[in-house]
């Protein structure tokens, strides 16, 4: 993981024009690169401290994103990311949102709860909340609208002392696991 840069506008549109991708993300779809140059603008505009946004890289290539929006106030984060579908199933999601979590509870001390929200229809992306430890809490029906159609909304949380206490093992061992 690393920050955006300009440069990436490139890869970000090769893996974005894809339906399947863009399948439950609420991103223009044809996607081009006018699309993604406007995406890595607005990762570059955010506060680096209050919704830092990174860039996933494997072999020199952009291959996703991921970010966390923090609501100090609330002592509460909230994460999102993708992968290209090149690299999909290779855990890769799991490994960068487990970095990223670690990351905000150990910086942030008063930090108290990491959230995620996905599309209940996509499995991919609930199945890497349930392997990163989290805990569904719960499912917002027909709460907001993706290109047309009414999205259920499936929320999941992790508490700091939940993070703490889970058992530290590789993210192949995660893997083996059935939750
Ligand atoms: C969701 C997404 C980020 C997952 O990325 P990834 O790097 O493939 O995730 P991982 O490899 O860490 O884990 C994916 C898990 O979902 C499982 N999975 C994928 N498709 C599945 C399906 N159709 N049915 C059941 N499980 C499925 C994989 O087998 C894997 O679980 P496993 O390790 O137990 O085998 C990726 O699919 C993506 O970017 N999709 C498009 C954008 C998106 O939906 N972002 C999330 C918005 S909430």
Same mark, same amino acid.
């Given at each position: 993981?690393?920050?955006?840069?300009?440069?990436?506008?490139?890869?970000?549109?090769?893996?974005?024009?894809?339906?399947?991708?863009?399948?439950?993300?609420?991103?223009?779809?044809?996607?081009?690169?006018?699309?993604?140059?406007?995406?890595?603008?607005?990762?570059?505009?955010?506060?680096?401290?209050?919704?830092?946004?990174?860039?996933?890289?494997?072999? +020199?290539?952009?291959?996703?994103?991921?970010?966390?929006?923090?609501?100090?106030?609330?002592?509460?984060?909230?994460?999102?990311?993708?992968?290209?579908?090149?690299?999909?199933?290779?855990?890769?999601?799991?490994?960068?949102?487990?970095?990223?979590?670690?990351?905000?509870?150990?910086?942030?001390?008063?930090?108290?709860?990491?959230?995620?929200?996905?599309?209940?229809?996509?499995?991919?992306?609930?199945?890497?909340?349930?392997?990163?430890?989290?805990?569904?809490?719960?499912?917002?029906?027909?709460?907001?609208?993706?290109?047309?159609?009414?999205?259920?909304?499936?929320?999941?949380?992790?508490?700091?002392?939940?993070?703490?206490?889970?058992?530290?093992?590789?993210? +192949?061992?995660?893997?083996?696991?059935?939750?």
């Amino acid at each position: 993981m690393r920050p955006h840069c300009e440069a990436d506008a490139a890869d970000v549109a090769r893996f974005a024009d894809d339906p399947e991708w863009a399948r439950y993300l609420p991103v223009p779809s044809p996607y081009g690169l006018a699309d993604a140059k406007a995406f890595v603008a607005a990762q570059l505009g955010l506060d680096a401290i209050q919704h830092p946004s990174w860039a996933v890289e494997v072999d +020199e290539a952009v291959v996703g994103g991921i970010n966390c929006r923090f609501f100090f106030e609330h002592q509460l984060g909230e994460i999102g990311y993708s992968i290209a579908r090149s690299r999909w199933g290779q855990g890769l999601a799991t490994e960068v949102a487990t970095a990223i979590i670690q990351q905000a509870f150990t910086v942030h001390r008063d930090l108290q709860r990491i959230r995620a929200m996905a599309d209940s229809r996509n499995v991919a992306s609930l199945r890497v909340l349930q392997k990163l430890g989290m805990t569904r809490e719960g499912v917002l029906r027909r709460n907001r609208v993706v290109r047309g159609a009414g999205i259920d909304e499936v929320w999941f949380g992790v508490l700091r002392d939940e993070w703490a206490g889970r058992p530290l093992v590789s993210v +192949e061992e995660v893997n083996k696991h059935d939750y």
